[in-house]
């Protein structure tokens, strides 16, 4: 029904924001990563949007990029993950780093976000399976199986997944998994 607000940026206390389209004030909820990317208060910003209505309650959450919009609609489409988790999800992963997990099979990385326990991350991994290289232009991927126990490592270790990810970028390629995690550390420890 709303598919896209195009206003100023009234008010903001997150996750939720209040966008002026042409004296309306809509009120929107969007995941963190859109929300650490938005303009200052008084400024222009374009939102996709999708537009929930409940029994109770109607709420509109806005989005910066297609592929968070769409990924958001993937996720509400699975049993047991309503607005509010797949708002929760994208808050805590990107969308590359989501396809990143789902290709790599990853729970552990789903269970790190608030309110994912075991059984949703696997059933989010499970329903997933294949459908985000269509909404992620670019796919983040590991390039080889040493490089992914490398990431594993440094998130074992206590890295955050972007920091792990980060890192893995500055490594060559061809490195060799014993030899490309003290580099990670160096690089890390710096």
Request: glycine fraction near 10%; aromatic fraction near 4%; charge should be neutral.
């Amino acid at each position: 029904m709303i598919g896209r607000l195009v206003g100023t940026i009234a008010e903001k206390s997150p996750p939720q924001l209040l966008v002026d389209v042409g004296g309306v004030g809509y009120e929107v909820d969007v995941p963190m990563s859109s929300f650490y990317n938005l303009p200052g208060l008084g400024e222009k910003v374009t939102l996709l949007t999708h537009f929930v209505v409940r029994e109770d309650a109607q709420v509109l959450f806005g989005f910066l990029t297609h592929g968070e919009r769409a990924t958001f609609r993937l996720l509400v489409k699975i049993s047991g993950v309503g607005p509010r988790t797949a708002l929760s999800i994208l808050s805590g992963l990107s969308v590359d780093e989501l396809a990143q997990a789902v290709a790599m099979q990853e729970s552990g990385r789903l269970i790190k976000v608030p309110g994912i326990g075991k059984k949703t991350a696997e059933r989010l991994l499970l329903e997933l399976k294949g459908k985000l290289g269509d909404v992620v232009a670019a796919p983040a991927s590991v390039a080889s199986t040493a490089q992914a126990d490398i990431l594993q490592a440094l998130v074992a270790l206590g890295y955050s997944d972007r920091e792990a990810a980060a890192t893995l970028k500055t490594l060559p390629a061809d490195v060799e998994v014993s030899a490309g995690i003290k580099l990670a550390l160096r690089a890390l420890a710096k």
